[in-house]
């Protein structure tokens, strides 16, 4: 199958034709402003210039909160304006084809399931470490929307009590293990805030609590969400999973918290598609 995926981003806009899961023809884009009119017509122009037509639909991973619908954007930190616009709608008449919307990390998770990681699963996990958490559910071969269309927020995990996240309430895993909140750790520890660095000393007595609290922390939010959702995988993304061997420092200790019938299930593995996945995701939107 083919289709066209577009990954929305603060910074660049990437758009692909995606045949089979796999990437055959790509374009990137700095992000043109913030405007919403604006934005809207230059994914317009790019999924045109990719030969759009009607045997080739075309998806777009949007980054924030959409309504259950997926019709109506609720809520884009980057893109301030937006709340409220019916971005499906205003998209599809500017492309003049169906268009399908889901949250970026959602999309992410889906790419791993259509070319990644997860090719060929039905129930798999996705969290994306970088500067928050953000991860996707897939139940039973779908999405798992929720709802009110927020499910599958691992960042917010309930792990720890008064650490402040970024959306306002407390406790959370992205507030405790997020690249953020350990770069605020470390620095409070009179360390220098750089995760690359800090991970390759990770086992020097200055820095050893760091990154014992950050991974106790994060296994115990993924040891959770396999108890909750008994995936076939749990899936590491984003830029903090790609330290070397950070899945085999990490996996001993998920499996110190996990049930005894689920520790023979226990599988973490690392993104396949990277920065790719969400595009490809977009694209697989369109899979009926
Ligand atoms: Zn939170």
């Known amino acids: 199958m083919t289709a066209i995926g577009v990954d929305l981003g603060g910074h660049k806009i990437a758009a692909a034709l995606v045949e089979d899961g796999r990437i055959v023809e790509r374009i990137s884009e700095p992000t043109a402003g913030r405007e919403p009119d604006g934005i809207l017509n230059q994914i317009a122009a790019m999924v045109k210039r990719l030969g759009a037509c009607?045997?080739?639909?075309?998806?777009?991973?949007i980054p924030?909160?959409?309504?259950?619908?997926?019709e109506v954007a609720l809520l884009l930190p980057n893109f301030t304006g937006w709340n409220g616009l019916p971005i499906r709608k205003m998209l599809s008449s500017k492309i003049g084809l169906p268009v399908e919307?889901?949250?970026?990390?959602n999309c992410y998770a889906l790419g791993e399931g259509w070319g990644g990681a997860?090719?060929?699963?039905?129930?798999?996990?996705?969290?994306?470490?970088?500067?928050?958490?953000?991860?996707?559910i897939v139940v039973g071969g779908r999405i798992l929307k929720g709802f009110?269309?927020?499910?599958?927020?691992?960042?917010?995990?309930?792990?720890g009590s008064g650490e402040p996240c970024g959306c306002s309430s407390?406790?959370?895993?992205?507030?405790i293990s997020g690249a953020d909140a350990l770069e605020r750790t470390a620095k409070s520890m009179g360390l220098q805030p750089d995760l690359k660095y800090l991970w390759t000393r990770r086992t020097d007595p200055s820095v050893a609590p760091l990154w014992d609290r950050g991974l106790d922390h994060l296994a115990k939010g993924i040891a959770s969400a396999i108890h909750l959702f008994d995936p076939q995988t749990v899936i590491l993304g984003g830029g903090m999973s790609r330290g070397e061997g950070f899945i085999d420092v990490l996996k001993p200790r998920?499996?110190?918290?996990?049930?005894?019938?689920?520790?023979?299930?226990?599988?973490?593995?690392p993104s396949q598609l990277g920065n790719d996945a969400p595009t490809i995701g977009a694209a697989a939107l369109t899979r009926k």
Request: with cysteine; hydrophobic share 40%; glycine share 20%.
């Open 254 to 269: 998920v499996l110190d918290y996990l049930a005894l019938p689920f520790r023979k299930t226990l599988d973490l593995r």
């Open 54 to 61: 009607a045997e080739c639909p075309v998806g777009v991973g």
């Open 148 to 159: 009110h269309g927020m499910a599958g927020e691992p960042g917010h995990l309930v792990v």
């Open 64 to 70: 924030g909160v959409l309504d259950a619908a997926r």
């Open 118 to 136: 997860a090719r060929g699963m039905t129930d798999f996990i996705l969290l994306t470490l970088g500067t928050g958490i953000g991860g996707g």
């Open 101 to 105: 919307l889901e949250n970026d990390a």
């Open 170 to 175: 407390h406790g959370h895993l992205e507030g």
